[in-house]
C-alpha cells in the first residue's frame, strides 16, 4: 500500500501484500513461538524419517524377521545356560606298571606299532586306543549285527570302539577296504564308530586267530582297558549281553 493510502502497485511495480508491522515487536512473541515450535516438530519428523526410512521401504517384513533373530538368539542363550551337557570320557589313566601278560596277549599291553584313522593322515600309536574295543573285520564279513550291538553297548559305558580289517586273504584293494568298513560303522545306528587304517596288519596278526593259528571268520573284538591292559579277546564275537559284561570288565578303574 502506497504512504498515500492507494491499494494498486505502488510506485515500484510490487503487488499488493497485506503487511502490518506492529509498532511493538513484542506483538510478534506468539508468531515467533509458533514458528520455532513448528522447526522443532519438523526436525522430528526428518529423525524418525531417518530412522524408520529402511523399515518402511520394506513393509513389516524387516521388524518380523528381527523379532524372529532375537527370539532364537535368546532361545540359545537359556538351551546353552540351562540345556543338559554331555559327560566328559573318564580321563586316560596311566598305563599300568606291571601288567599280567606279554604284549599282544590277554593280560597284556596291545603290541607295538601304528594306525592312521582316515581322512586323516595323523599315526596313532596303538596304546593310544584306550578305553575301548578294537573290532578286526574278516574279509567279506557279516557282522553289521555285531558292530550296531558293539557301538551301542560302548556309547552307554562311554567307550570307544574302533573297526580295522584283516586284510590276509583279500582280494579288495586297500580303499576298497576302508570303503567297507565305513559302510559297516555306518550300520550302526547307535554310538560313532572308528574307522582305523592298519596298513600292516598287526592287530589282525595279533588277535584275529582261531585256535588253530589260522585267521578267524567274523569279528574278533579285543577289549582294552583304561590302563591300556587287554583284557579280553573274543573271536567270531556276536551280539547279546556278554559283550556289556566284557565290556565292565574293562571299564576304568
Given at each position: 500500500m502506497r504512504p498515500d493510502g492507494?491499494?494498486?502497485?505502488?510506485?515500484?511495480?510490487?503487488?499488493?501484500?497485506?503487511?502490518?508491522?506492529?509498532?511493538?515487536a513484542r506483538d510478534l512473541d506468539r508468531d515467533v513461538i509458533a514458528y520455532r515450535r513448528e522447526l522443532r516438530r519438523l526436525r522430528r519428523r526428518a529423525r524418525m524419517e531417518r530412522l524408520t526410512g529402511?523399515?518402511?521401504?520394506?513393509?513389516?517384513a524387516i521388524p518380523i524377521i528381527t523379532g524372529a533373530?532375537?527370539?532364537?538368539?535368546?532361545?540359545?542363550?537359556?538351551?546353552?545356560a540351562l540345556g543338559t551337557r554331555p559327560e566328559p570320557r573318564p580321563a586316560r589313566a596311566a598305563l599300568a606298571p606291571h601288567p599280567t601278560a606279554p604284549p599282544g596277549q590277554k593280560g597284556g599291553f596291545l603290541p607295538a606299532g601304528d594306525v592312521t584313522a582316515p581322512p586323516s593322515a595323523k599315526v596313532r600309536h596303538l596304546s593310544d586306543l584306550r578305553p575301548g574295543v578294537i573290532a578286526i573285520a574278516s574279509p567279506r564279513c557279516d557282522c553289521s549285527a555285531v558292530?550296531?550291538?558293539?557301538?551301542?553297548?560302548?556309547?552307554e559305558l562311554r567307550f570307544s570302539l574302533w573297526l580295522a580289517a584283516d586284510r590276509r586273504g583279500a582280494t579288495e584293494s586297500?580303499?576298497?577296504?576302508?570303503?567297507?568298513l565305513r559302510a559297516l560303522a555306518g550300520s550302526a545306528?547307535?554310538?560313532?564308530?572308528?574307522?582305523?587304517?592298519?596298513?600292516?596288519?598287526?592287530?589282525?596278526?595279533?588277535?584275529?586267530?582261531?585256535?588253530?593259528?589260522?585267521?578267524?571268520?567274523?569279528l574278533t573284538a579285543v577289549f582294552v582297558g583304561n590302563d591300556g591292559v587287554v583284557s579280553d579277546i573274543r573271536t567270531s564275537a556276536r551280539p547279546g549281553p556278554e559283550l556289556t559284561d566284557l565290556l565292565k570288565a574293562a571299564a576304568p578303574r
Open positions: 492507494d491499494s494498486e502497485h505502488d510506485d515500484y511495480g510490487l503487488p499488493h501484500v497485506d503487511v502490518v508491522v506492529p509498532d511493538d529402511p523399515f518402511a521401504r520394506f513393509g513389516v533373530l532375537l527370539i532364537a538368539l535368546v532361545s540359545g542363550v537359556l538351551m546353552t558292530v550296531a550291538d558293539l557301538a551301542k553297548r560302548t556309547q586297500a580303499a576298497e577296504t576302508l570303503k567297507s545306528h547307535d554310538g560313532d564308530p572308528i574307522v582305523l587304517d592298519d596298513a600292516s596288519g598287526i592287530l589282525a596278526r595279533t588277535y584275529a586267530n582261531d585256535a588253530n593259528g589260522r585267521p578267524a571268520t567274523g
